[in-house]
């Protein structure tokens, strides 16, 4: 059964330095998402992105964030210069554009990032 | 802007044992609704859904009916398996912004006991 993977498990890094997570949504998806969940508090979007542009970002999605799908199977959420508060669980969803009234998203297992 | 909340875990169970985990929300319009299974190491698995009200979505024994006059959307079944050790997410589906985004209760961990 196909499903969306996510690299690395866990990420630790140092405050002020860059991470670049990593998606691979199912093959023949079209609509690419980015979520993430602070230890204890709700899963919280962060993007969409569909046609090879955001097409809904939220207020937690500065300009610290980016998205990229660089070579058609890869999905990733890069931040450049990661704060202590951008430890949390990173999840990517992708979803096809088939017919009918709702489609699933997929999640992947998530990338736990520690920032010190 | 539209939100859910749900019952705070941790709950525990003996197996056989009766399950309610409550889901209220808070939207404009109408939303789909949603509950997301997360087994341990795994990614969130839609677990079952309704899109509009009145109807009752189930799948594995689970059900929730969607109640627009109370705004609620409470996970039930009848009779727990330790299989069903897991956090139990609710969410909705905010179409606004085109993209038809989740947003998610915190979750609730949900074990039970043999």
């Known amino acids: 059964e196909p499903e969306v993977t996510q690299t690395p498990s866990h990420q630790v890094t140092q405050m002020g330095q860059e991470v670049i997570l990593r998606c691979v949504p199912i093959?023949?998806?079209?609509?690419f998402y980015w979520y993430r969940q602070i230890l204890g508090q709700k899963v919280e979007f962060l993007v969409s992105?569909?046609?090879?542009?955001?097409?809904?970002k939220s207020e937690i999605f500065d300009d610290q964030f980016s998205v990229e799908r660089p070579d058609g199977s890869n999905f990733t959420l890069k931040i450049r210069s990661t704060k202590l508060e951008d430890s949390a669980m990173y999840f990517c969803?992708?979803?096809?554009?088939?017919?009918?009234?709702?489609?699933?998203?997929?999640f992947g297992p998530g990338t736990r990032l520690t920032v010190l | 802007g539209d939100s859910v909340t749900q019952m705070e875990g941790p709950v525990t169970l003996s197996e056989e044992a009766f399950l309610t985990i409550n889901c209220t929300y808070t939207?404009?319009?109408?939303?789909?609704l949603f509950w997301y299974v997360q087994y341990p190491g795994e990614g969130l698995q839609l677990l079952l859904k309704?899109?509009?009200?009145?109807d009752k979505g189930s799948n594995k024994g689970f059900e929730a009916t969607y109640r627009k006059e109370t705004t609620s959307f409470h996970l039930e079944k009848g009779s727990v398996q330790v299989s069903d050790s897991a956090v139990y997410f609710c969410?909705?589906?905010?179409?606004?912004?085109?993209?038809?985004?989740?947003?998610f209760g915190k979750g609730t961990k949900l074990t039970v006991n043999p």
């Open positions: 969803a992708s979803k096809s554009l088939a017919g009918g009234s709702y489609n699933e998203q997929f």
């Open positions: 093959s023949n998806h079209l609509y």
């Open positions: 992105f569909y046609n090879n542009e955001i097409s809904e």
């Open positions: 939207a404009t319009g109408y939303p789909s």
């Open positions: 309704a899109t509009k009200a009145d």
């Open positions: 969410a909705l589906s905010d179409k606004k912004g085109g993209s038809e985004k989740l947003v």
